[in-house]
């Protein structure tokens, strides 16, 4: 089935005024109509890009767009692709990554070239997320056992609620890591490091990284003593 049935599909959910796609207890959830596509990697960058010229300025272009990319990432990684590169320039996408899951026991890899909107990566569990740009509030709150780095700018409530994750700012975070524990929370900037000293809650590490250099190249996949971390957790 060709890309232009699944922008079809698309083009349902972002028209519907019955918001028959939101965000619930499992995840991206539908009703309706159901988006059960399969698309690789590469298919799913590809649709990122055409998605671009359905922006008419629609109320939730922003919140469906994202949440409808997230069904397809997950279709993809229940047919075990595990690895994702997708550019998100120049638009920025809310609920993207909301509850995403690890299967087969694989961690997953999302490398985002580009912006990221509000609650992106929330909920998320086993995920390996490197944005390489800013994101909005709520960045990967309530995770799970994941490794999130962002070398931009993040917004309130990053990380808030998360279980054994580690997050790494390049620039300035803002605070709200309310009930975080377990997790590493890591500055590359003196005001990302003085933020998290002073709102990150007990029962979690800090790390000042400022005498380094953040590296926008390296990927979090190909930094095995945190895979190694991971793997020995599950």
Do not use: W
Not at 12 to 40: H, P, Q, R, W
């Amino acid at each position: 089935m060709g890309l232009e049935h699944v922008l079809g599909n698309y083009e349902y959910f972002l028209n519907d005024e019955d918001a028959s796609i939101y965000t619930g207890d499992s995840g991206v959830e539908t009703y309706k109509e159901t988006i059960d596509f399969v698309l690789s990697p590469e298919e799913i960058n590809e649709f990122l890009q055409k998605a671009k010229d359905f922006n008419f300025g629609q109320h939730r272009y922003s919140e469906t767009t994202g949440m409808y990319a997230t069904k397809l990432v997950q279709n993809s990684i229940d047919a075990e692709n595990n690895v994702f590169e997708l550019i998100t320039v120049p638009f920025k996408m809310d609920c993207f990554g909301f509850g995403l899951k690890l299967k087969h026991g694989e961690p997953v890899f999302i490398d985002v070239h580009g912006n990221l909107g509000n609650s992106c990566f929330t909920g998320s569990e086993g995920c390996f997320i490197d944005v390489h740009g800013s994101v909005k509030d709520q960045f990967a709150r309530c995770a799970k056992d994941g490794q999130y780095r962002v070398t931009g700018n993040a917004g309130y409530g990053a990380g808030g609620y998360s279980e054994r994750c580690t997050y790494e700012f390049g620039a300035n975070v803002l605070r709200g890591f309310d009930c975080a524990k377990g997790n590493e929370f890591r500055a590359f900037t003196p005001e990302g490091l003085k933020t998290l000293k002073k709102y990150v809650p007990s029962g979690n590490s800090i790390y000042d990284l400022t005498q380094h250099k953040i590296n926008k190249v390296t990927r979090l996949r190909d930094r095995f003593p945190f895979l190694e971390h991971f793997m020995r957790r599950h």
